[in-house]
């Protein structure tokens, strides 16, 4: 995955499922649509959510 030299990646998983689920270290869960996310020009991520104080912990996919 290239990025600059200034950007880091917190988790890259692939896409298998209709739907995304992400958690942070708040325990705040956010289940969203695939369709719904962006489509990037190459090299450019997905900012799936901010967070104030904590990180980002995991990313799943699945089918309903």
Do not use: W
């Not at 869960?29 to 020009?41: A, R």
């Amino acid at each position: 995955m290239p990025m600059d030299a200034k950007q880091k990646a917190s988790i890259c998983v692939a896409a298998h499922g209709e739907y995304a689920a992400i958690i942070g270290e708040n325990r705040k869960l956010l289940v969203f649509k695939i369709e719904d996310l962006p489509i990037m020009s190459r090299g450019k991520g997905v900012k799936l959510q901010s967070y104030r104080d904590c990180n980002l912990l995991d990313v799943t996919t699945f089918n309903e």
